[in-house]
């Protein structure tokens, strides 16, 4: 990497976006990213002075071609996206709106850009659904046997960028991410909400029963601080066309985290599954190996899981 190299974030005043950004400045490149008009920008309040955010949607293909061809990144890093699985099979037009017509707007956009060192997809370990014991822990090999819209979603922009890559030589590296969370993270996934409702039991006159869906699900859980510095490292070090996993290598079961929680926050509270929040297309198990990551480019999680947790209570608490 050229000091200054020049990085560009779709999806920069997101969670990962943001903490994406900061891990970059920190390692001297220049940060630029893009945001949907009115989005937040308070993610990155603490970095704010030292990125330049262009805010039109990815959805508008002359937009895009606007952008990028007058910023030609250096390193372009595709986090913009539909994320959340539950939300998806509400709003599964917009999320393949987003999430593969935004893709290829950008990849069109990029597709002349011959500064380019690394295009790099973020997709999802949720494109691999429901998989047998003996796949475990799973390896970027696994076919996708996608059961969410957003899976569906992600399965289908690995193609396109697959495509771009073949017909016009994007440098393209893609990176199936394993469940992530930390400071920032929105309630519209599963440990945030669980944080949120468990400081709201802690205040005067706050439930002190909670409802929740199935604790019976495993999954693999790292922090997302590991997981950006594993997107910079690909970006930076990966082999064109290949796919890498990063991951903490761990199932933990949902119920074990949410006991972790309330026993961290010392606050007394029921738990009440409801069955309204039961997802149909839940995977059962989700586990993956970092083996190739490691070995290639020397990244594993550094970051506890008890860390995270204390971290992320934390953050709702100022909220």
């Not at 606007?66 to 939300?87: D, M, N, T, W």
């Not at 697959?162 to 930390?182: C, E, K, M, W």
């Not at 909400?193 to 699900?217: E, Q, R, T, Y």
Request: hydrophobic letters at 35%; glycine letters at 8%; one cysteine or more.
């Amino acid at each position: 990497m050229s000091k200054n190299a020049k990085a560009y974030i779709t999806g920069i005043c997101g969670f990962a976006g943001s903490w994406l950004a900061a891990e970059l400045i920190s390692r001297g490149y220049t940060v630029r990213g893009a945001a949907l008009p009115g989005e937040s920008d308070k993610l990155l309040n603490r970095i704010k002075s030292q990125v330049n955010i262009d805010r039109f949607d990815i959805t508008d293909e002359s937009a895009c071609r606007r952008v990028f061809a007058r910023q030609k990144p250096e390193y372009l890093f595709h986090l913009a996206a539909i994320a959340s699985v539950g939300q998806s099979f509400g709003i599964a037009t917009q999320t393949f709106d987003i999430n593969v017509n935004g893709t290829r707007n950008i990849l069109e956009a990029i597709k002349g850009n011959k500064g380019l060192q690394r295009f790099l997809c973020v997709s999802s370990s949720d494109i691999y659904g429901r998989v047998k014991p003996d796949d475990l822990p799973l390896k970027p090999t696994q076919l996708p046997n996608p059961v969410s819209p957003y899976a569906k979603s992600k399965v289908a922009a690995e193609y396109l960028v697959g495509l771009y890559a073949d017909q016009y030589g994007i440098p393209v590296s893609i990176v199936r991410p394993f469940n992530h969370t930390g400071p920032g993270q929105n309630d519209n996934f599963v440990i945030p909400s669980f944080c949120k409702k468990i400081l709201a039991a802690g205040k005067p006159g706050g439930k002190k029963v909670m409802g929740v869906g199935n604790l019976d699900v495993y999954r693999d859980i790292s922090d997302v601080r590991d997981i950006v510095r594993g997107y910079r490292l690909i970006a930076e070090k990966g082999t064109p066309g290949e796919i890498y996993h990063l991951c903490s290598g761990k199932a933990r079961r949902i119920g074990d985290i949410l006991n972790k929680l309330i026993e961290f926050s010392d606050i007394p509270i029921r738990i009440q599954k409801d069955r309204k929040l039961f997802r149909k297309t839940d995977i059962p198990v989700l586990r993956g190996s970092f083996h190739k990551t490691r070995t290639e480019l020397g990244w594993k999680p550094e970051i506890t899981i008890d860390h995270t947790l204390r971290d992320c209570l934390t953050f709702w608490r100022s909220q």
